[in-house]
């Protein structure tokens, strides 16, 4: 079987662990809007697509898929996700498997106010949230809040737009930014849906960071949860983790997948404290916490092509040994070119 990897980047490790798995049974081809992608150079194959939001982009990339026989198709972009869940049908028409969750699950958690609706209603703590800043002042004067807070896109990836305003006159110099801000990038068309609620307002929550790996079937069947106490970070991304064995967390992981029902890998952030645990976000897809585990023995993208082939996924692909620390670091990958 061949697997695509789409908006692929910089994530060469993807591509090695799909390639250590499958041998020579298949193919990774890496697809991305960018020629000079890294990931492109190391995959079997890579692909230039268009941009997602092009109107050639689902069907050059049906195209691939059903020429170069794709059984799994593993989207990595955050953006990407709403769109793909909605064409998943058309990509099972050619025999390709899209690892992306049911459109209204997308929606849950692309959506940073429909995750907090979710969380609250499965009583789940998530730091207090508003649509407005009128709501947000009247919350701070109640007292249900306090500053410092957070001020971030409604609809977010890459940690764009995301302050820590300090003090109310902080507070609408930064509101009326990032709305502005929003109209400049990539996310000016998912913000144009709701001009007016497109910022969230949200109380800022101190303590230890830790991403959690939800792991469902591809029958969307709770498996189990990595855990992962993040050490430092770089541009929105864990750059230096350690595994651990936390079972509040690890339950907390249990009770989302059930609850959620997403399939594959949910990758969320979760923030520690005297007081207990927050939610911070979902993100359906493959994130940048997942290598962490891999490098403590699990093996998600082995547990997907066997699930995919209708087998029984090996549990040791399923633990990570506690207490592993990896590091990401940069490295050059080269091609001749000819101009």
Request: charged share 20%; aromatic share 10%.
């Amino acid at each position: 079987m061949n697997i695509m990897l789409t908006c692929a980047g910089r994530r060469n490790y993807l591509v090695k662990f799909f390639q250590e798995i499958l041998g020579n049974r298949g193919l990774v081809f890496a697809g991305d809007a960018s020629a000079e992608a890294a990931s492109l150079q190391e995959a079997d194959q890579g692909f230039v697509l268009p941009p997602i939001n092009h109107i050639d982009y689902f069907e050059t990339l049906l195209d691939i898929c059903q020429e170069h026989q794709v059984g799994l198709l593993i989207p990595l972009n955050d953006l990407e996700l709403p769109l793909l869940a909605r064409q998943r049908d058309r990509f099972l028409q050619v025999g390709t498997l899209a690892v992306v969750s049911a459109p209204e699950i997308i929606d849950i958690c692309f959506d940073k106010w429909a995750t907090f609706e979710f969380l609250k209603s499965c009583g789940i703590p998530v730091p207090q949230t508003y649509l407005s800043l009128a709501e947000a002042r009247q919350g701070l004067e109640r007292g249900e809040i306090t500053f410092p807070v957070v001020v971030k896109p409604r609809w977010g990836s890459a940690s764009i737009g995301i302050a820590y305003p300090e003090d109310d006159e902080e507070l609408q110099l930064v509101y009326s930014f990032v709305n502005k801000l929003l109209s400049r990038t990539f996310l000016a068309d998912i913000s144009a849906s709701a001009p007016q609620q497109c910022v969230l307002i949200q109380q800022r929550v101190f303590g230890e960071e830790y991403g959690i790996d939800v792991i469902n079937d591809l029958e969307s069947r709770y498996i189990t949860t990595f855990v992962k106490r993040k050490l430092a970070m770089r541009a929105g991304e864990t750059d230096r983790a350690i595994t651990v064995r936390d079972e509040t967390l690890e339950n907390l992981g249990a009770k989302i997948g059930h609850k959620l029902g997403h399939i594959a890998n949910l990758d969320c952030d979760v923030i520690v404290n005297s007081q207990g645990f927050y939610v911070i976000e979902m993100n359906p897809r493959f994130g940048g916490g997942y290598p962490f585990s891999h490098m403590a023995g699990a093996n998600l993208p082995a547990a997907l092509i066997a699930w995919f082939n209708g087998e029984t996924a090996d549990m040791g692909w399923l633990k990570v040994e506690a207490n592993v620390m990896s590091s990401k670091c940069d490295r050059l990958v080269t091609k001749l070119v000819h101009i």
